[in-house]
């Protein structure tokens, strides 16, 4: 049971602006009040003179159950389940209070979950089953994910999912990152998923997949089509559907080739040791590449394999690919489409830097680049995700009724939104802790 606060004199700052007010009561894990203190009641204050209250961030696009370098690391369950907790732990240090894993297999749910639930750890949301054509994206990058043959086992598996309450079904429209070497569904699959009656969330990557996915009727895609030409784009406008950013899948290649990103002395607590350790490995990150280029382009030889995992340490490439991002996410926010923050962790056993919690913080930064001002940027962190996932009634803003899940920033990110980084304390319905000491906690055995 979390205890009462009564949180003076602190400037709140999300959607609906930036005001300052007396105090704010947080009572059983939710915001009970806001203005001026109550005189009756014997309650722990927190002085948060010259501190910024702001709603938690809402990262909606995750994959808790991966491991950066976990193909490396090859981890026990024992020792799984403790990077697990580390990770969660380094979720909260990050400001991150909600999360949509939008791509968890069975299993994984049924040990994540309740872990979450004895550990500290952000909101979880989940969509599943995540569906991919037998030998498509997904199917073959990552094994442990049954390819789609029938209308039989699309709805076999939602059923199987449908105790821990997804808020969707995850679905892919791939063909192939560098080239088309995936199928596609077949339409009784195709079909099955349209007459689900679940809200779908797409992986789209081209126009012409976004489109195929708008044509199935999907509540969202879960990154933004590359380079969307402006018939993808007024139809996303017009059917108002929202798109997650996920800009981080390329930028966190980078790190590769800016050595600097390391030097942060707080990623030494923020991220598991072994995972760390395993970024700056040379002889891994050359076996990283290599597997990667087996992965995209499965039906290739050792002679492309070899020279795209090159290319992938290709410093200006590599920026020219997260410049595309981020040119992508523009086009889309500035027609006016809606866009949700989401980081894309964990993403990839085979990948080195997509850290839980850390990535999400350096997401903020980069839309702050595609060009979001503050008050925009506050809305794909909070409340567009909040809205997109249905639950803008409990997170998302500061007001009574709504879950204590909230940040004290040093500064007001309405106002600068490097303050986003810049974290006092971290409270996660009703419980306050230093980001430090939430891993911490976490991180206990």
């Not at 997804?166 to 791939?174: A, F, N, S």
């Not at 040119?327 to 997509?354: C, K, M, Q, R």
Request: with cysteine.
């Amino acid at each position: 049971m979390s205890t009462a606060l009564l949180l003076l004199n602190p400037t709140i700052a999300d959607i609906d602006g930036s005001r300052s007010v007396e105090s704010v009561l947080i009572q059983d894990g939710q915001i009970a009040a806001i203005g001026a203190p109550p005189a009756d009641l014997e309650v722990e204050t927190v002085d948060c003179s010259g501190l910024t209250l702001a709603p938690g961030l809402i990262d909606a696009h995750v994959h808790l159950a991966l491991t950066p370098s976990g193909a490396h690391i090859q981890p026990s369950p024992e020792e799984e389940l403790a990077l697990w907790r580390h990770h969660l732990g380094a979720y909260l240090a990050n400001g991150v209070t909600t999360v949509l894993d939008t791509g968890i297999p069975l299993e994984a749910a049924q040990r994540m979950l309740p872990l979450a639930q004895t550990s500290p750890s952000p909101d979880i949301h989940l969509l599943g089953p995540l569906v991919s054509p037998e030998g498509g994206y997904v199917s073959v990058v990552l094994p442990h994910f049954p390819g789609y043959t029938s209308a039989e086992q699309v709805d076999a598996a939602i059923a199987a999912f449908a105790p821990f309450e997804p808020l969707g079904v995850k679905i892919t429209v791939e063909s192939g990152m560098l080239t088309e070497v995936w199928p596609l569904y077949s339409e009784p699959v195709r079909q099955a998923l349209i007459d689900s009656g679940r809200p779908l969330y797409a992986h789209a990557i081209s126009n012409e997949e976004a489109n195929q996915a708008l044509d199935m009727g999907v509540s969202g895609l879960v990154h933004p089509p590359t380079k969307p030409n402006k018939a993808t784009v007024a139809r996303l406008v017009d059917m108002g559907i929202p798109v997650i950013s996920t800009i981080s899948v390329f930028d966190h290649m980078l790190w590769a080739s800016e050595p600097e990103r390391f030097e942060d002395p707080d990623l030494a607590w923020m991220i598991p040791a072994a995972e760390l350790e395993a970024a700056q490995d040379l002889d891994w990150r050359k076996e990283s590449a290599h597997l990667i280029a087996q992965g995209v382009l499965p039906h290739s030889g050792a002679v492309v394999h070899n020279w795209t995992a090159r290319s992938f340490g290709l410093k200006r490439m590599l920026r020219g690919q997260t410049r595309t991002a981020l040119d992508s996410v523009a086009t889309l926010h500035e027609a006016g489409v809606p866009i949700v923050l989401g980081s894309d962790s964990g993403n990839w056993p085979v990948f080195l830097y997509e850290f839980h919690g850390v990535t999400t913080q350096r997401e903020v930064e980069l839309l702050t680049q595609a060009g979001l001002d503050p008050a925009e940027l506050m809305a794909a962190a909070t409340w567009n995700p909040a809205q997109m996932l249905g639950i803008d009634d409990r997170v998302g803003r500061i007001a009574p009724g709504y879950r204590a899940d909230l940040l004290l920033l040093e500064a007001d990110p309405l106002q600068d939104p490097a303050a986003w980084g810049q974290i006092q304390g971290v409270m996660r319905a009703g419980e306050l802790h230093s980001p430090r000491e939430w891993v911490e906690l976490a991180t206990l055995e």
